[in-house]
T-cell receptor
Framework: GAVVSQHPSWVICKSGTSVKIECRSL??????MFWYRQFPKQSLMLMAT?????????EQGVEKDKFLINHASLTLSTLTVTSAHPEDSSFYIC??????????FGPGTRLLVL | QQQVKQSPQSLIVQKGGISIINCAYE??????FPWYQQFPGKGPALLIA?????SEKKEGRFTISFNKSAKQFSLHIMDSQPGDSATYFC??????????????FGDGTTLTVKP
């Protein structure tokens, strides 16, 4: 149980295009989903916290107009990287939470912007 | 200010040995302390977690030791195996305030277990 999927697992896009990443909790309903960014050999950097039906809360320094988050249901959250640039290339990971303790992480999405 | 400090950055252990990773936290309001294991190119997976009212928790070869007064906790991997080679992250979570549920992560420890 407690499986979280992400789609796509990897994506290559041209600079200036937008990319949407989906995060789904497959066998449970997630009250909260988190979006992280991870650079090679570094820790997870929280980008935003997403609650179903409400606006996402972004961490300081994260551009909300660039990283659009939609949490349409208790099992689906999406992250859209708008007008992507090479510096947005990274490993993006979502997690889903039922209570307040345990986060279940997705397998991650590797984004490469050319 | 880094709220959770993790050490060492990297660790090499012989097969069958004990791997020990340490974390120290600043804020005494943290309520929950999980450890995650991450393999290259994958998302982190919960390994084991502890609440501050418990001094030790063991699950199989993995043990968390918790020292509330020192604000430190550590992960011990007994009989380390090559398959344990991964990056390990400690985390601390608030359960009661406005940031409830949000994790603060350590910087990670890359463990290599040599056969």
């Amino acid at each position: 149980g407690a499986v979280v999927s992400q789609h796509p697992s990897w994506v290559i896009c041209k600079s200036g295009t937008s990319v949407k990443i989906e995060c789904r909790s497959l066998d449970f309903q997630a009250t909260t989903m988190f979006w992280y960014r991870q650079f090679p050999k570094q820790s997870l950097m929280l980008m935003a916290t997403s609650n179903e039906g409400s606006k996402a809360t972004y961490e300081q320094g994260v551009e909300k107009d660039k990283f659009l988050i939609n949490h349409a249901s208790l099992t689906l959250s999406t992250l859209t990287v708008t007008s992507a640039h090479p510096e947005d290339s990274s490993f993006y990971i979502c997690s889903a939470q039922t209570g307040k303790e345990t986060q279940y992480f997705g397998p991650g999405t590797r984004l490469l912007v050319l | 200010q880094q709220q959770v400090k993790q050490s060492p950055q990297s660790l090499i252990v012989q097969k069958g040995g004990i791997s020990i990773i340490n974390c120290a936290y600043e804020n005494t309001a943290f309520d929950y302390f999980p450890w995650y294991q991450q393999f290259p190119g994958k998302g982190p997976a919960l390994l084991i977690a502890i609440r501050p009212d418990v001094s030790e928790k063991k699950e199989g070869r993995f043990t968390i030791s918790f020292n509330k007064s020192a604000k430190q906790f550590s992960l011990h991997i007994m009989d380390s195996q090559p398959g344990d080679s991964a990056t390990y992250f400690c985390a601390a979570i608030f359960l009661r305030n406005t940031n409830a549920g949000k994790s603060t992560f350590g910087d990670g420890t890359t463990l290599t277990v040599k056969p």
